[in-house]
């Protein structure tokens, strides 16, 4: 009978270190799975504010800033094709007031860097971060690209040889059709640029109620 308590002891003891060794485990398991989803709840919450960021400053200013200087530039258009040099003299500063604006992409490439996109185990939810990344977001920035490498190398470089920059006046009154066909390109490349900007804003706004909805769940 004590032959037979003992082994039971050692069955026992054998059964403690293995319940031991996967208690550990569990334990470990379970402790990094809730620093992996406190990390990820963190990166969107982030995400989640440099989207509303965006979206405040895209509809707050940049919209707005860009449709006045979209008048603005379409005024001096139609003054030098009237050829009214004196009322395209009036709308020549406002050429200069060239604002653009790219989505806050940093806390999505910090995550996308670093591995952490699988995270998130929705796997429409990563997709519609990568299109609107990317995709949206990066087309963005080649348009305001766009614009201003135009914007000096056509705009300002005729400029600088028909026009007196310090007193914002045309100089050539005989010649201006190179202006205005550059005038008119332009034109339409701030057009381009003021739609996508709208269109950012629709997406931002269908991307963050998204990333919110996700870090309820």
């Not at 992996?36 to 440099?50: C, G, P, R, T």
């Not at 910090?110 to 185990?121: W, Y």
């Not at 080649?142 to 470089?157: C, M, P, R, S, T």
């Amino acid at each position: 009978m004590k032959k037979n308590y003992a082994w039971l002891n050692h069955l026992l003891n054998f059964l403690a270190v293995i319940l031991g060794v996967y208690l550990a485990f569990y334990v470990n398991d379970a402790a990094k799975l809730a620093e992996e989803n406190s990390e990820k709840i963190a990166f969107l919450q982030l995400m989640s504010e440099d989207l509303a960021d965006d979206i405040k400053t895209y509809e707050n200013y940049q919209i707005p800033t860009n449709q006045t200087y979209l008048e603005s530039v379409d005024s001096l258009f139609m003054a030098v094709s009237a050829g009214q040099i004196a009322q395209a003299n009036v709308w020549l500063p406002y050429l200069f007031q060239v604002e653009n604006y790219t989505p806050t992409s940093t806390t999505y490439v910090s995550m996308k860097s670093s591995g952490k996109m699988k995270l998130i185990g929705d796997l429409s939810l990563q997709k519609q971060l990568s299109d609107y990344y990317d995709g949206v977001a990066i087309e963005c920035g080649e348009k305001n690209e766009i614009q201003v490498e135009y914007f000096v190398e056509n705009l300002v470089a005729w400029l600088t040889l028909h026009a007196d920059l310090a007193e914002m006046r045309l100089l050539d009154k005989e010649n201006l059709v190179v202006f205005k066909n550059t005038l008119m390109i332009y034109e339409s490349l701030v057009s381009q640029k003021l739609r996508n900007y709208e269109r950012i804003v629709e997406e931002s706004k269908l991307l963050k109620e998204r990333v919110d909805q996700y870090i309820g769940e």
